[in-house]
């Protein structure tokens, strides 16, 4: 009988922390299933409850305490920023899995092109350096941008390294690891400079990382019954690449590739900084233009912030925004967070608003750093992440929010009855 109720409470201790064991038995799992088939159920894990714990006294504390979670559905609300990137390596399948598991709706890939002109998930064209293992591969290393420089300890000279999916081919970027975005700028080994990693951050998930091309995650998205926002990376090579491959040629390819796939354009939301490319899929390829999503994290101005300049970007046919958190909030004479003016002139033109990225910022206890840049005075504690949550839902009106670990958000939405807001 000991051994028995000894066994139960390893199961529910294994069930509640479902960060680690239920994505590993996902990670079992055929993708080639059916999404109904293979579409996981949903765990928020302990943090989402530990965020309120950690709350000041307020009626949305109470009431997110009382909230029952028995049933958690997913969300597209709440949305993946690069699969769950606070404690996976980010763009990998294993970060998408764990962020599907946590009920995000929609899961985003950004897409960078290779030497050979093929479609992949990274963050950044230029950032196999600091997220894949490339620079301790010393064949795929000789090949990058500028490969691996031991720092010079004596000088106090920064090791230099900097390696672009362009550099490689698709086959070798299909070989190497991801591991968590971090180096060490004071390392005089590749594998000291693949160190770094965020103190608030982790590495215990590190030791598995699958790359995906973009045609992967397609696949696996679609496998475990998520949406797609993919994004579209600005080049940090000359465009045409290599004479021939233009930037139309790029933000068109994207987008075949869920034309080939079948998905429904509905259900994909292709995103941008590059105004350009948003009105290339409004003018080009209407049918993914019209949820085509214009990204802003440009400093604010008294003209981009303007109703002219919202009114013109729906005149242009561009449906939704989606600014850095801070330029939708602001602090009111009792320095309480609210909407700011940028928020309100984008509502009135009819813009949809999407915010990015909460949970990206770290330990929140000295105001947040850069994404909480206009709203530093009101936050003083990680609890404070669901406040600023709330506020962009229920009054700045967002349809959805990015997520470095989505069972926030998801959490959030359906405690107040979001489930089933829709983005498009």
């Known amino acids: 009988m000991t051994l028995r109720i000894l066994s139960g409470l390893v199961l529910c201790s294994v069930l509640s922390l479902a960060q680690a064991a239920t994505v590993e038995e996902l990670s079992q799992q055929s993708i080639a299933l059916a999404p ?15 965020l309120v714990g950690a709350m000041d006294d307020s009626p ?66 230029d950032d196999l350096h600091t997220t894949t293992n490339i620079v301790a591969v010393p064949a795929l290393n000789a090949k990058c941008t500028q ?21 490689i081919t698709l086959a070798e970027f299909k070989s190497l690891e991801g591991k968590m975005d971090a180096y060490n700028p004071m390392a005089t080994t590749p594998e000291e400079y693949l160190a770094g990693t965020a103190d608030w ?30 994004e579209l990376k600005s080049p940090v090579v000359a ?53 085509a999503v214009f990204l802003d994290q440009s400093e ?6 303007s109703a002219t300049y919202m009114a013109y970007l729906k005149s242009r046919g561009v449906n939704i925004l989606a600014p850095a958190l801070w330029k939708l909030l602001t602090l009111d004479s009792q320095g309480q967070i609210v909407p700011s003016r940028y928020a309100e002139n984008a509502r009135e033109a ?24 206009t709203v530093t005075d009101a936050i003083n504690n990680d609890g404070d992440v669901l406040t600023v949550i709330d506020v962009l839902a229920r ?26 807001k829709s983005l498009n």
């Open 239 to 291: 465009m045409p690449f290599e004479g021939k491959y233009s930037q139309q040629d790029y933000a068109r390819q994207m987008i075949q590739d869920y034309i080939d796939a079948g998905v429904n354009p509905e259900e994909v939301w292709p995103q941008s900084f590059n105004l350009q490319d948003v009105l290339f899929w409004v003018d080009e390829m209407p049918e993914f233009g019209r949820q």
């Open 300 to 305: 604010s101005t008294l003209v981009n912030a």
């Open 147 to 167: 490969p691996f420089v031991p720092a010079d300890p004596a000088t106090g000279t920064p090791a230099q390294a900097e390696c672009r999916t362009s550099d």
């Open 60 to 125: 949305l504390k109470e009431r997110l305490q009382a909230c029952n979670t028995d049933t958690v559905e997913k969300t597209d609300f709440s949305i993946g920023h690069r699969g769950a990137p606070l404690q996976f390596p980010e763009h990998t399948r294993e970060s998408y899995i764990a962020a599907a598991r946590m009920g995000a709706g929609i899961l985003e890939c950004d897409v960078a092109f290779t030497r050979d002109r093929e479609l992949v998930c990274r963050h950044a064209q």
């Open 350 to 373: 009819g813009l949809n608003l999407i915010a990015w990225t909460v949970e990206r910022s770290g330990p929140l206890e000295n105001g947040g750093g850069w994404y909480y840049q």
């Open 201 to 230: 951050r982790t590495d215990l998930y590190a030791s598995r990382g699958t790359l995906m091309t973009h045609r992967e995650s397609i696949e696996l998205f679609r496998a475990l019954g998520a949406k797609f926002t993919p």
């Open 395 to 420: 009054e700045v009106g967002v349809i959805g929010i990015f997520s470095d670990w989505p069972a926030t958000t998801t959490f959030y939405a359906n405690c107040m009855g979001l489930v089933r």
């Open 36 to 50: 109904e088939q293979s579409e996981p159920s949903v765990h928020l894990g302990p943090r989402p409850f530990w």
